[in-house]
């Protein structure tokens, strides 16, 4: 069976000068709460920035929360285990969680920006397992030409698994580029909502089928 996320953005913002900061969302924008005139649009006041594209990557969601892994035979572990619901989030959010938790909500956590630059899993870093050579070759020149690439392959705690016609590197590369460009879009809200430090912006998510 198939197993999905939901994730979601929120800032650690106050609307007026006067009023004590919270969690907010800021990757959906609607009117609610007292918040109504906070980054409205035209259509009405809901709009969207997707952290991950709506992919189903089961190596990021092992990264993540250890969803989807085996810890014996992932050299690279999850950046934190699930930790359950933060204490205070985003009423929408709570709307989100309430209408799947009749269902299968599984390994519900939460992620500071600072807590995924951290862990050293978005930016290039050293790797080594099993690989094809024409693409170790192919991700070798991407990575010269300046590309982004993220080179398949078989990690080296494996079991089971068929290596033939496959050999161990060791390269510099980027272990989950969806990783990468989660951390990429919440720099840019950080930005856009003028949010000065990486543990004011968070991730929060769970997952199901």
Not at 78 to 94: R, W
Not at 156 to 163: L, Q, R, S, V, Y
């Amino acid at each position: 069976m198939g197993c999905d996320i939901w994730l979601f953005c929120e800032g650690f913002l106050s609307n007026w000068p006067d009023r004590q900061k919270k969690w907010i969302n800021i990757d959906y924008w609607y009117r609610q709460d007292g918040w109504a005139e906070y980054r409205i649009n035209e259509s009405g006041g809901f709009g969207y920035t997707n952290l991950i594209n709506n992919n189903r990557d089961y190596g990021l969601f092992y990264l993540l929360a250890g969803v989807r892994g085996d810890d014996d035979e992932e050299s690279y572990p999850p950046i934190a285990k699930a930790k359950g619901l933060p204490e205070q989030m985003d009423s929408l959010i709570v709307k989100n969680y309430k209408y799947i938790l009749d269902t299968d909500a599984h390994n519900i956590s939460y992620l500071t920006l600072k807590e995924l630059k951290d862990s050293g899993y978005g930016a290039i870093m050293p790797l080594r397992g099993w690989v094809y050579e024409d693409e170790y070759d192919e991700a070798m020149s991407a990575y010269q030409n300046g590309e982004k690439y993220q080179l398949p392959y078989v990690d080296i705690k494996c079991k089971n698994i068929d290596h033939e016609h496959m050999v161990v590197r060791e390269w510099d590369g980027y272990l989950n580029l969806n990783l990468t460009y989660m951390i990429e879009n919440m720099e840019k809200l950080k930005k856009e909502r003028n949010i000065d430090l990486d543990d004011e912006i968070r991730a929060v998510f769970w997952f199901g089928s």
